[in-house]
């Protein structure tokens, strides 16, 4: 069941989200956090920041998980996930950076990157709390709309479609990475807490499928309404459509 959560606004939506994942830490102060990228996220790890520099929370022993990364972008790439998560986040809080993880995109063997990476999130002993966004066409991560859901860490092939919507980050849409490494269903399912969040107009029509539709591969954040613990935060306008 998905439990929704009404923002009025895209700060509102930022802070609800920051308050969830803030008394996670609080709770339990060596949590494992899944991390999300895209601008959505933005302003809820600015949240993050701005709280653990006035002291109210502390990163120190909190360990991370980011649920995916384009094939071939370096780290040093200014659009690669991992730049993404420096300057966002990692930079302006107190945590260990070697308790931050992401998929290696520069690594040479995909099979074993993928097997690294599963790994990695089984060692952690199981995420906390799970962070994700949706994407236009329903993707989480980069669980791109299939026939199947893919359960661990794959290397997928973007949709033309995501492709588009991420051009806008990159000089010309041919610069966008045709592949990403993700999380697979199975391991974000596996998440002992979901929040999903979603913000503006353009997000209207997804969020009104993952809501009111059935649960399909085709919509892979459908699956989420299986998932025992799973909140949406969205704001007025990406709740337009229900
Ligand atoms: C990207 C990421 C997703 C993200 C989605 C939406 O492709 N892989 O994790 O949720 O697109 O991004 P945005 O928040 O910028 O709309």
Redesign the pocket.
Known sequence: MLKIIRARDYKDMSRKAANIISAQIILKNDSVLGL??????IGIYNTLAHWCDKGDLDFSQVKTVN??EYVGLPAYHDQS?YYFMRENLFKKVNIDINNTHLPDGTAENAEEECERYHNVIESMGGIDLQL?????NG????NEPSDIFETKVHKVE?TES?IQ??SR?FDSIDDVPRY?Y?MGIGEIMSAKQILI????K??APIVKELIEGPVTPKVPASILKFHGNVTLIADEDAMSLV
């Open positions: 999300a990228t895209g601008s959505t996220p649920l995916d996930y994700l966004g949706i994407g236009n993707h989480i991560g980069f973007l995501t919507a991420n980050l990403a993700t969040v979603a913000s503006g353009a997000k």
